[in-house]
T-cell receptor, first 109, second 114 residues
Framework: GQNIDQPTEMTATEGAIVQINCTYQTSGFNGLFWYQQHAGEAPTFLSYNVLDGLEEKGRFSSFLSRSKGYSYLLLKELQMKDSASYLCAVRDSNDQLIWGAGTKLIIKP | ETGVTQTPRHLVMGMTNKKSLKCEQHLGHNAMYWYKQSAKKPLELMFVYNFKEQTENNSVPSRFSPECPNSSHLFLHLHTLQPEDSALYLC?????????????FGPGTRLTVL
């Protein structure tokens, strides 16, 4: 079966760096997405990786290794507003989006 | 209005009620989606419409009935629901279906079935 694994919850300190991991086993691979979802709000697009390597976008970076079925989202200079759930999703060879259950990130002062 | 909007934001209904969820996208997209989001579970894709035609129905019970009158509007009609149907129902849209296009989500309808 198809599966996306990410930690259920993580805690980090304001101003620090946190890395949220995502591993996947899917029928083929056509790209990996990261979304941010604040409580009670819509998931919003953060990043898209289809080739191996690191994509940097301001304080957020996303890394992909297709051979390892692995990605991470790196958040730097954490702010209180970064407290949210982070969803990993992989598009398989049928262009179906397979979603992880999300990682709830708690930022402490 | 911009992006994807959903109404109502909250809905409480009894098992014998009939209600409808509404989604509207102002992005000029051709594909629209209904998802169910339950606590600590992955998003579950329910239905997909592309150019107003239903392309996906992921074994969703018939008590959920979608309707897509045009590319900008999507409805989810609900009847004789069960308490386990309580969840956040998210609508999303993308430029096209079956591509690498990013999906844009609405804020969701928090549904409680008593």
């Amino acid at each position: 079966g198809q599966n996306i694994d990410q930690p259920t919850e993580m805690t980090a300190t304001e101003g620090a760096i946190v890395q949220i991991n995502c591993t996947y086993q899917t029928s083929g691979f056509n790209g990996l997405f990261w979304y941010q979802q604040h409580a009670g709000e819509a998931p919003t697009f953060l990043s898209y990786n289809v080739l191996d390597g690191l994509e940097e976008k301001g304080r957020f970076s996303s890394f992909l290794s297709r051979s390892k079925g692995y990605s991470y989202l790196l958040l730097k200079e954490l702010q209180m507003k970064d407290s949210a759930s982070y969803l990993c999703a992989v598009r398989d060879s049928n262009d179906q989006l397979i979603w992880g259950a999300g990682t709830k990130l708690i930022i402490k002062p | 209005e911009t992006g994807v909007t959903q109404t109502p934001r909250h809905l409480v209904m009894g098992m014998t009620n009939k209600k409808s969820l509404k989604c509207e996208q102002h992005l000029g997209h051709n594909a629209m989606y209904w998802y169910k989001q339950s606590a600590k579970k992955p998003l579950e894709l329910m239905f997909v419409y592309n150019f107003k035609e239903q392309t996906e129905n992921n074994s969703v019970p018939s008590r959920f009935s979608p309707e897509c009158p045009n590319s900008s509007h999507l409805f989810l009609h609900l009847h004789t629901l069960q308490p386990e149907d309580s969840a956040l129902y998210l609508c999303a849209s993308s430029q096209d279906y079956g591509s690498t296009d990013t999906q844009y989500f609405g804020p969701g309808t928090r549904l409680t079935v008593l």
